[in-house]
């Protein structure tokens, strides 16, 4: 059975599912073709812009991969858990002051249904702290939960 996240109006409580995997920000060279390589979920997010493509991946997507993208490894991903309007406001606010309140510098992706919030895997600990002290819950979500 998939699980299906709650809607929300936001009431100030949040579950969070925190990915088992370790992520990866990537920056493709130029001259790559990224047809050739499609990293696939629980995370997978391309932007392009015009200082090229970035891509958000599983670390283990990257394996075998240097030659062809500039990376950054030991990321960690909360994923909120609830499918939200796009009037919704604050969700993002109030995960951001957190981290900052704390010094733990984010990375923030958004779908169109949820948001996603990274940080580097030594703030991971103290990360998780922070989201609890203020009422939120964490949970490890691994391939076999999902």
């Not at 950054?72 to 909120?80: G, P």
Request: with cysteine.
């Amino acid at each position: 059975m998939t699980h299906q996240p709650p809607h929300y109006p936001y009431n100030g409580r949040m579950n969070l599912n925190l990915f088992a995997e370790a992520i990866a920000i990537c920056k493709l060279r130029k001259g790559f073709d990224p047809s050739t390589w499609q990293p696939q979920a629980p995370l997978y997010a391309s932007i392009v812009d015009p200082h090229g493509r970035t891509l958000i991946c599983l670390e283990s997507a990257t394996l075998g991969k240097a030659a062809d993208i500039l990376s950054q490894t030991s990321w960690r991903c909360f994923q909120i858990d609830a499918v939200m309007d796009f009037d919704t406001v604050g969700i993002m606010a109030e995960f951001s002051s957190l981290l900052a309140k704390a010094d733990i510098p984010l990375m923030a992706v958004c779908s169109f249904e949820t948001d996603y919030l990274l940080v580097q895997d030594q703030h991971l600990e103290n990360s998780m702290r922070v989201f609890r002290a203020a009422g939120h819950q964490v949970q490890i979500q691994t391939a076999e939960s999902r």
